[in-house]
C-alpha cells in the first residue's frame, strides 16, 4: 500500500530555518507527481511546492518562493521541503502528499496524504 511519513516538524523562530522529510513507500515515483500542502489553523488547505515526475512540471506557491526549496530523490523515496527565512505565517500542519491521477503541478487533489508534521513560529 502507499504510504506517506513526515517528519521534522517542531518550534522554529522567525527567521530560522528547518528541513521537512516525507518518507515514500509502495508506489514507483516514475509515476507520480509529489508535493508539499500546509493548512493554518482556521484556513483552508494549500499546495506550498509540487515536482512532477511524470512531465517535469514544477511549482511554488506565491507566499514562499524564494524562501522554500522542495527537492525529491527517486532512488530514496525520499521527499523534502527546506524551509528557511521562516515567518510566524508559516505555521501551519505540513502534509506530504502523492498525486497519479493529477500528475502536473500544481496538484489540486492529491491520491495519497501523509498524517502530516507540526511546524510552529515564534517571533
Known amino acids: 500500500e502507499v504510504q506517506l511519513v513526515e517528519s521534522g516538524g517542531g518550534l522554529v523562530q522567525a527567521g530560522g530555518s528547518l528541513r521537512l522529510s516525507c518518507s515514500a513507500s509502495?508506489?514507483?515515483?516514475?509515476?507520480?507527481?509529489v508535493g508539499w500542502f500546509r493548512q493554518a489553523p482556521g484556513e483552508e488547505r494549500e499546495g506550498v511546492s509540487c515536482?512532477?515526475?511524470?512531465?517535469?512540471?514544477?511549482y511554488y506557491a506565491d507566499s514562499v518562493k524564494g524562501r522554500f526549496t522542495m527537492t525529491s530523490d527517486n532512488t530514496k523515496n525520499m521527499m523534502y521541503l527546506q524551509i528557511n527565512d521562516v515567518k510566524p505565517e508559516d505555521t501551519a500542519i505540513y502534509y506530504c502528499?502523492?498525486?497519479?491521477?493529477?500528475?502536473?503541478?500544481?496538484?489540486?487533489?492529491?491520491?495519497?496524504w501523509g498524517q502530516g508534521t507540526q511546524v510552529t513560529v515564534s517571533s
Open positions: 502528499a502523492a498525486s497519479w491521477s493529477d500528475y502536473i503541478c500544481p496538484i489540486n487533489q492529491p491520491d495519497f
Open positions: 509502495g508506489f514507483d515515483f516514475d509515476d507520480y507527481a
Open positions: 515536482f512532477s515526475h511524470v512531465d517535469g512540471s514544477r
